[in-house]
Structure formats: C-alpha cells, structure tokens
C-alpha cells in the first residue's frame, strides 16, 4: 500500500473520500489502525488564526529528506519558489480541474 511504503505521516483528503476510508468495506481489506491521521482539507479551522505568516519567496516552505546510496540521510530545502512551481506543474502534468474527482502524485524519486 502507497501509505505503508511512503511512512506518511499525515493524509489530506476530502470528505467523501475520508468517508470511504473508513467505511467497512475499506476495514475488511485494509486495517482500519493501520492508516495515519487523516485530514479534510475543507475543514475549518476550530479557532480563529491571530496572525498568517508572511513567508517570502525564497523562505523555506519544508525539507525534503531522502536516504543517499551509502546510506546517509540528507535533507534538501524546498522554499515556497520551488513549491509553487512544483504545484504549477502538477496541475500541468496531472490536468486538475475541478470536475477531477482523484488525482495521484508520486515522487519520482
């Protein structure tokens, strides 16, 4: 399973979608536990945000960690350039448009 091999820590969904997750039919082929926490990108926040931050092109937006071939961990920093052009092209790549009900993005890597 996508889930098990990426050690994905979170899963962004929407509700319906959620909803089939973990409806009994997904439990008797899939354990329930077995999933990680999952969130509905629809939801609302439960308290209202003081303040959204004001983060700059070239600020870091996450780190990207990877296992080189002699085994060393390496973390690259993708800033919010990088990941508005990586978004840019998924939308590109994978044709989203608002009629798309699932869309599947792996790592090349």
Known sequence: MIVDVSKSGIVLSIQPIIKLLKSREAAASIDPTSWPHILDIDDNPKRKLIAI???TLDSTAYLDFS???CGRL???IITHRSLSSLCASLELACEL???RH???CFDPG
Do not use: R
């Open 53 to 55: 931050a004001n983060a």
């Open 67 to 69: 296992v080189w071939t």
């Open 74 to 76: 390496s973390g690259v």
């Open 97 to 99: 448009y608002p009629s």
């Open 102 to 104: 699932v869309a599947l």
